[in-house]
Nanobody, 126 residues
Framework: QVQLVESGGGLVQAGGSLRLSCAAS????????MGWFRQAPGKEREFVAA???????????YYADSVKGRFTISRDNAKNTVFLRMNSLKPEDTALYYC????????????????WGQGTQVTVSS
């Protein structure tokens, strides 16, 4: 069982930055692949970034094309926390951002994640 709590969202002007945090419970956090998704009003939840666990201390990062080069996902296993650093924010990045822990399957699909946080709102003004 994994419980996830996001924080760090807020209101920022276009071009600004935010860092989202996701604190996880559970003693096996390091072996979970973790992802960030977002959902804007009236739209489906979409993949943003993932850290895919490949065994031991090896992780691979993946990003949606829309955020590549601007967002960075990272994790601190000692603190059971995953981060999403967001730079050069755009109004179209406005959404509710969710952290999720994978229970198997492709990193890209929400159905691969069995544990979800409650979300943190990011609003980017133009």
């Amino acid at each position: 069982q994994v419980q996830l709590v996001e924080s760090g969202g807020g209101l920022v002007q276009a071009g600004g930055s935010l860092r989202l945090s996701c604190a996880a419970s559970g003693r096996t956090f390091s072996s979970y692949s973790m992802g960030w998704f977002r959902q804007a009003p009236g739209k489906e939840r979409e993949f943003v970034a993932a850290l895919s666990w490949s065994g031991g201390s090896i992780y691979y990062t993946y990003y949606a094309d829309s955020v590549k080069g601007r967002f960075t996902i990272s994790r601190d296993n000692a603190k059971n926390t995953v981060f999403l650093r967001m730079n050069s924010l755009k109004p179209e990045d406005t959404a509710l951002y969710y952290c999720a822990a994978s229970t198997g399957g492709s990193y890209y699909y929400a159905k691969s994640y069995g544990y979800w946080g409650q979300g943190t709102q990011v609003t980017v003004s133009s």
